[in-house]
């Protein structure tokens, strides 16, 4: 690290933390939590360790520990559960503070090359541009936080009620888009980043107008999860309605299982996990297809079109029984494109 690097790194954190004074050990002693937990704590958060000696901490560092350990203290925080909080937090919001530097790169990058400015010069106005950051930034991410809190008590209660001695068995999707690796090879970056926006931006409004939620994006593909069977098979065919009918999109294929799932971290894991991402890896562009148990969850509720297909040898799980699903009136994607205009 050079010196303006340096300078950057200490300017920075003295605007956004505190001044840069405490080693790890110094932490710990200050706020009653041990090294060994502190560090767990720190390297969940997604942050590579630290010398014992290095001074990179803050007051700020202190605070939130001492805060920890009285709530260990007084038994109302489990530790384990506490860094699996850690590493769900700490991937989601590195993403986003990445995604906010993205926008101010150019600026950054300027000061960082300037060479009409000192290095203590250079590190000023990048500790502008970061409180400019935090200062139009940190009320929206909280009240996102909280709003997304509210949902998933809401959820979580309805699906409570709802679902009262039935088991725990719910809903997996993935949906992604055919053929988009020979298609990435064709376009301009630019071209590729409209392809993924629009895409993600169907799926944020379909998935969670069915009181599903979307478990990540990986870009072509999207995972979702829905405690109701029927909201979830709805959701499917929302998404390929909604692709086939956007000029900018290829078509979408749907894989959908139903069974117990495993949450953890923000993810969703398990058998039935396995047995959609497979389902969508078989499907036909344009078609969604539905795990056995969950097509017979469907049929018995809804007017939804279901047709079985010969047993299909699923990789890593073996013969499998699945079903194509439909709507009940299916449109053609001219009918779909013809709608849209109108």
């Not at 350990?69 to 993403?95: E, K």
């Not at 906010?100 to 250079?122: F, K, N, T």
Request: hydrophobic share 45%.
């Amino acid at each position: 690290m050079n010196l303006r690097t340096a300078s950057i790194r200490a300017t920075a954190s003295t605007a956004l933390l505190g001044k840069p004074e405490l080693s790890s050990d110094d932490v710990a002693a200050l706020s009653g939590i041990s090294s060994e937990q502190a560090g767990r704590l720190w390297q969940a958060l997604g942050f590579p360790s630290v010398m014992p000696d290095e001074k990179i901490f803050t007051r700020r560092d202190v605070d939130v520990l001492r805060f920890i350990h009285d709530l260990f203290a007084q038994g109302a925080l489990d530790p384990d559960v506490l860094v699996q909080t850690a590493r769900a937090t700490g991937q989601s919001l590195a993403r986003i503070a990445n995604m906010h530097v993205l926008s101010m790169a150019q600026q950054i990058e300027a000061a960082v090359r300037s060479g009409e400015l000192s290095d203590s010069g250079a590190a000023d106005r990048v500790a502008a541009i970061a409180e400019g950051i935090v200062a139009s930034h940190e009320p929206f991410l909280s009240y996102i936080w909280r709003r997304h809190l509210l949902a998933a008590i809401s959820q979580t209660a309805a699906s409570a009620g709802e679902k009262a001695g039935e088991g725990e068995s719910s809903v997996v999707g993935f949906a992604d888009l055919v053929d988009f690796t020979a298609m990435s090879e064709r376009m301009t970056e630019r071209e590729l980043a409209a392809v993924v926006d629009r895409f993600e931006a169907i799926a944020y409004q379909e998935i969670p107008d069915r009181g599903g939620r979307v478990i990540k994006m990986l870009g072509d593909e999207v995972m979702f999860h829905n405690a109701d069977a029927v909201a979830g098979a709805d959701t499917a065919l929302a998404l390929s309605r909604a692709c086939a009918a956007d000029d900018l999109l290829p078509a979408v294929r749907v894989g959908l299982a139903l069974g117990p799932t495993l949450a953890w971290e923000g993810d969703v894991y398990g058998r039935t996990v396995n047995l959609a991402s497979r389902l969508v890896g078989v499907a036909r562009p344009g078609t969604v297809l539905l795990s056995d148990e969950l097509a017979q969850r469907v049929q018995a509720g809804t007017d939804l079109v279901l047709r079985e297909l010969p047993p299909t040898r699923l990789k890593g799980i073996g013969r499998a029984r699945i079903w194509v699903l439909r709507a009940p009136e299916k449109e053609t994607v001219d009918d779909q494109r013809r709608r849209k205009r109108d």
